[in-house]
């Protein structure tokens, strides 16, 4: 009797905690628990915030907007950088658009620091290294050359490519320079996706910074992109559209480097 006893109170207690268990399952649950935790960054800022952002932490330019609404701008910081744009060439971009992201790297070559030194890799369906580690000057008539080769979007190639310069011994980079990579996407990686973010890591690994400007209104690769940043908030940028991100690099204040480096 007291064992029957007992297993009607073990089974009474056993129903009784799978209500309370489903009657407060939700009470933690807000309003946000179902918002997408990306959806912040699918925000676009102003070209203006973009285009400070990009000259403060890529360029490593001083730059602060006054209450009149000119930008007080102040000397290169940090040391030169050896820089490796991936640019992406991808069907989904389109030849119109691509000449305008290769336009804005242009731009921001030439308002760049002299002793920068600059590589170049192509990516869609394949990737290919366009340019090793060049000067100022090569790297502005090499960039009015670079083709535009369209297919699929094999972004962990374009960032092997990148790894490979770094190591090179022989790809002309500055020793004791920064090491970036710049990577130009406008969408998620569709050719061997699950090495892109391992590439990124290889990366990150020999200290190298990788700043990622994702493209379009809304960036279905999103969470890809803020995986392949060093950081979402210094090394993440978002633009609307090539056209946008050539404002972005318009926008960026000439700054006369030769004499920051005296």
């Known amino acids: 009797m007291l064992a029957y006893n007992f297993n009607m109170f073990a089974i009474v207690t056993v129903i009784y905690l799978c209500f309370i268990s489903a009657c407060t399952s939700y009470i933690w649950e807000t309003e946000s628990f179902y918002e997408d935790p990306y959806k912040q960054y699918q925000l676009i800022p102003p070209i203006s915030n973009t285009s400070q952002k990009f000259a403060s932490y890529f360029m490593g330019l001083r730059i602060s907007r006054l209450s009149s609404g000119r930008i007080r701008r102040g000397p290169n910081q940090g040391k030169a950088s050896n820089i490796v744009f991936v ?63 369209p297919g699929r979007t094999n972004i962990q190639k374009g960032l092997l490519l990148a ?61 890809e992109s803020i995986g392949l940043a060093t950081t979402s908030l210094r090394h993440l940028f ?3 559209n090539m056209k946008a991100f050539l404002n972005v690099a318009r926008m960026i204040p000439s700054v006369p480097f030769r004499s920051a480096l005296h």
């Open 163 to 223: 790894k490979t310069l770094f190591e090179d011994p022989e790809s002309n980079k500055t020793k004791g320079a920064l090491n970036k990579v710049l990577l130009i996407t406008d969408g998620l990686s569709n050719v061997q996706k699950e090495l892109t973010l391992y590439r990124a890591f290889e990366l990150k690994m020999m200290g190298v910074q990788i700043y990622v400007v994702a493209v379009g209104r809304f960036v279905y690769g999103i969470p």
């Open 87 to 149: 640019l992406d060439s991808s069907s989904s971009v389109g030849r119109r658009h691509f000449q305008q992201e290769v336009k804005a790297i242009h731009t921001m070559v030439a308002k760049s620091r002299d002793d920068n030194r600059y590589g170049i890799v192509v990516f869609s369906t394949d990737a290919f290294i366009q340019m090793n580690f060049a000067d100022k000057r090569t790297t502005l008539k090499k960039l009015k050359k670079v083709p535009f080769i």
């Open 238 to 240: 978002r633009v609307r």
